[in-house]
């Protein structure tokens, strides 16, 4: 008899394994052939004697293009017209990186406008009392 445990893998509730291997085993998970969104990887180990262990991994597949969506958050009360910034753009592949519509571009907060014109302000009022003469000697 042969002291070798064995590996099944799933994808999700889905009664066909994706294989059977002998442990301890190197596996690519290609995620290209699963949709978006939530998955489970369910690991079945077996060992010699036939006890068996099972381990439950959750993960969350994105090879499709990023979304992003600025002006509204999930579960927001709005009222009225929203103004919306919608963007959406592919990473490319592992190999090669894709530059174009790949960054997603923000309005500036509103503190940073404040705080700019604060800077300005500042700077105005040093520029003028520090060149004059003091008005009480």
């Given at each position: 008899m042969e002291n070798k445990?064995?590996?099944?893998?799933?994808?999700?509730?889905?009664?066909?394994?994706?294989?059977?291997?002998?442990?301890?085993v190197s596996f690519e998970l290609d995620t290209k052939k699963l949709t978006d969104g939530k998955h489970t990887l369910k690991?079945?180990?077996?060992?010699?004697?036939?006890?068996e262990g099972i381990k439950t991994i959750p993960f969350i597949v994105r090879n499709g293009p990023a979304i992003a969506v600025e002006g509204?958050?999930?579960?927001e009360v709005v009222d009225g017209v929203?103004?919306?910034?919608i963007n959406?753009?592919?990473?490319?592949?592992?190999?090669?990186?894709?530059?174009?519509?790949?960054?997603?571009?923000?309005?500036?907060?509103?503190?940073?406008?404040?705080?700019?014109?604060?800077f300005t302000a500042w700077a105005v009022y040093y520029h003028?009392?520090?060149g004059q003469m003091p008005l009480f000697k």
């Open positions: 445990s064995f590996i099944t893998l799933f994808i999700d509730d889905d009664p066909q394994p994706i294989g059977t291997y002998p442990a301890p690991v079945v180990s077996k060992d010699h004697k036939g006890k509204l958050r999930k579960d929203l103004p919306l910034m959406a753009y592919g990473k490319g592949d592992q190999k090669t990186f894709m530059l174009q519509g790949s960054e997603t571009p923000h309005s500036m907060p509103f503190w940073i406008i404040i705080l700019l014109i604060a003028i009392t520090s």
